[in-house]
């Protein structure tokens, strides 16, 4: 599965667009980027993934660049309930285990 | 929503004696899992199974630890001879094993090796 690089921390301001970045330079034609969080020590929550179109649910958006080395999760109107680390992960094959590495702290402060 | 239920959600257990953490997956899934988290640390994958089976594991997934799927609703970790460093948030997750849908975790258990 491809390496991704997150930058360690981000501030965000209550009410403001969070913009969380991804790189995925390696990533494959049949890799999905999934985002997942973990707010304090609570089971990692899923957030949303992609293929290769952008994406959007209830909790965010995803732009994936048309090369797909990089994408950005977008949470449009942060809260302080929204502080937590993101996690970007490539993932190629289904069932396959997703490794998590050290991720975004996103910090939301009124 | 289905949630995948881990129990206890906070065991504390002596150095030397076997724990099991149980936990029960999303009913149509297939693929199940085992993380750890150490405290401060980032989640560790342990292992996975699939079929009855152990399709995955990691370096840390050593032969102190077993994973059993003993009915068709159950799936535990068994710890046999705990020891300090075990003490961490233990997570189970489960999968379709379908790309394009996320792994759902539960909220955990927390093991203290005294």
């Known amino acids: 599965d491809a390496k991704t690089t997150q930058p360690p921390s981000m501030d965000c301001a209550e009410g403001r667009a969070a913009n969380l970045p991804c790189n995925h330079s390696t990533i494959s034609g049949n890799e999905y980027v999934y985002w997942y969080r973990q707010i304090h020590s609570q089971g990692p929550q899923y957030i949303i993934h992609g293929l290769k179109n952008n994406e959007t649910n209830e909790m965010a958006s995803l732009i994936i660049t048309e090369d797909r080395k990089s994408s950005t999760l977008i949470l449009p109107h942060a809260t302080l309930r929204d502080t937590a680390v993101y996690y970007c992960?490539?993932?190629?094959?289904?069932?396959?285990?997703?490794?998590f590495g050290k991720g975004t702290t996103l910090s939301v402060s009124s | 929503e289905p949630e995948v239920t881990q129990t206890p959600s906070h065991q504390v257990t002596q150095m030397g004696q076997e724990v099991i953490l149980r936990c029960v997956p999303i009913?149509?899934?297939?693929?199940f899992y085992w993380y750890r988290q150490i405290l401060g640390q980032k989640v560790e994958f342990l292992v996975s199974?699939?079929?009855?089976?152990?399709?995955?594991k990691s370096e840390i997934f050593d032969d102190q630890f077993s994973v059993e799927r003993p009915d068709g609703s159950n799936f535990t970790l068994k710890i046999r001879s705990t020891k300090l460093e075990d003490s961490a948030m233990y997570f189970c997750?489960?999968?379709?094993?379908?790309?394009?849908?996320?792994?759902?975790f539960g909220s955990g258990t927390r093991l203290t090796v005294v």
């Open positions: 997750a489960s999968s379709s094993g379908t790309l394009g849908y996320g792994y759902t």
């Open positions: 992960i490539v993932i190629h094959q289904a069932g396959t285990a997703l490794i």
């Open positions: 009913s149509n899934h297939l693929y």
């Open positions: 199974f699939y079929n009855n089976e152990i399709s995955e």
